[in-house]
Structure formats: structure tokens, C-alpha cells
T-cell receptor
Framework: SQQGEEDPQALSIQEGENATMNCSYK?????LQWYRQNSGRGLVHLIL?????REKHSGRLRVTLDTSKKSSSLLITASRAADTASYFC?????????????FGTGTRLQVFP | EADIYQTPRYLVIGTGKKITLECSQT?????MYWYQQDPGMELHLIHY???????EKGDLSSESTVSRIRTEHFPLTLESARPSHTSQYLC????????????FGAGTRLSVL
């Protein structure tokens, strides 16, 4: 991947459990975003965290950012079957044109009822 | 739901045909993007535009071409489709340069026989 690597590649959990996905990137960034993609559909923006922020919450989502380790994590609490999707991190690396995003390889999450 | 539309959703065509994938947005966004995504894989930027009469090639080389004659319309054309062009094509737009939150269409799944 040019910029983002995510792990795990796939994750299967039961409803009610928490899901954690990790993203690592290579260069300095202005901000990092997480997107969700349902099978066969386009991506939907979930949350953005700026490079000077360490943690951000939105509903059942919690994102952390560690710029010293060039990594981010997305935590989905109390997962539901409807959370089944692929999740991608995206960065606008400062060494690249900031109008372009570089997407990670994605984590496929499956939540069983 | 974002106001960005892609047609057709699915296209199956024979080798050598000329095709145009349509992308329109009603949000007045200046920046638009085309990505190519194979199943279960990361997104690769193939074209982008910063406004009318502006088009640039992305990070992944593509035989397709784009045009931006109107702000709301960003079609992608393949002059002679080949089986190697089989993929999902996603269109996106954004308004904010700093945050660059992108809004995606539902995608066109292209199969070239």
C-alpha cells in the first residue's frame, strides 16, 4: 500500500462485542479519516481526527491517533449486525497534494447476530 | 446520503466497446475523483479534477480518460474496453480543501467479457 496498512484484514465477532481496527501510515499527515463501505457500495465518511488530536468520539465510534507511531485505531463498541462492512482509513499525507486521500487496505468486519 | 450519483450501477460489455461511466453531484463541489477498486481491495485514485476544465491523472495508471465541462458532471470514458478493465469504479467529490471529506457514489461494477 502507498500509505495505509490496516489490520486485521478481517474480523469476525458476535453482536454486542467490541471491534478494534488498526491503521498504520508512512508519512506526516494533516488529518486521518475513517470510512465504511458496505458490500458493493461506495464509501461513507465516519469520522475525522486532526493530527493535533489524540482521541475523538462519535456515537459508538472511538478513534485514537498516535502520530509518533504513525498509527490510528477505530473502536466500535457494542457492535451490531448492521455494522458488518469494510472499514478504511484515509490520510492526506503532507508530502502529497493535500487534495488527494490515500486509502488503507481495509478491514472486513463481520458481526454475527 | 450524499447527493452523488453514478450510472450505470452494473455494466457487462464485450471487448473493444467504447463506454462512458457517468458521475454527477448536486452539492456544488469543485473537487471530484475517480477510484478503481477490485473486490476486497484498497482504492486506487485514477483521475481527479479541481474544477471545470481541470483534470489530472491519479496515482494508478489508467487507460481511461475524463472530462469536466460542468461542475456537477465528471464522466469517465474507456475508448476500447478490455477484460483487464473489469473492476468497480467509484466516483467521489469534496468541498473542503483542508479536511477533504469525500462523498462517494454507489459505484459502477464493470465486467468486460
Amino acid at each position: 500500500s502507498q500509505q495505509g496498512e490496516e489490520d486485521p484484514q478481517a474480523l469476525s465477532i458476535q453482536e454486542g462485542e467490541n471491534a478494534t481496527m488498526n491503521c498504520s501510515y508512512k508519512t506526516s499527515i494533516n488529518n486521518l479519516q475513517w470510512y465504511r463501505q458496505n458490500s458493493g457500495r461506495g464509501l461513507v465518511h465516519l469520522i475525522l481526527i486532526r493530527s493535533n488530536e489524540r482521541e475523538k468520539h462519535s456515537g459508538r465510534l472511538r478513534v485514537t491517533l498516535d502520530t509518533s507511531k504513525k498509527s490510528s485505531s477505530l473502536l466500535i463498541t457494542a457492535s451490531r449486525a448492521a455494522d458488518t462492512a469494510s472499514y478504511f482509513c484515509a490520510t492526506d499525507a503532507r508530502t502529497y497534494n493535500t487534495d488527494k486521500l490515500i486509502f488503507g487496505t481495509g478491514t472486513r468486519l463481520q458481526v454475527f447476530p | 446520503e450524499a447527493d452523488i450519483y453514478q450510472t450505470p450501477r452494473y455494466l457487462v460489455i464485450g471487448t473493444g466497446k467504447k463506454i462512458t461511466l457517468e458521475c454527477s453531484q448536486t452539492m456544488g463541489h469543485d473537487k471530484m475523483y475517480w477510484y478503481q477498486q477490485d473486490p476486497g481491495m484498497e482504492l486506487h485514485l485514477i483521475h481527479y479534477s479541481y474544477g471545470v476544465n481541470s483534470t489530472e491523472k491519479g496515482d494508478l495508471s489508467s487507460e481511461s480518460t475524463v472530462s469536466r465541462i460542468r461542475t456537477e458532471h465528471f464522466p469517465l470514458t474507456l475508448e476500447s474496453a478490455r477484460p483487464s478493465h473489469t473492476s468497480q469504479y467509484l466516483c467521489a467529490s469534496s468541498a473542503d480543501s483542508f479536511k477533504n471529506i469525500q462523498y462517494f457514489g454507489a459505484g459502477t461494477r464493470l465486467s468486460v467479457l
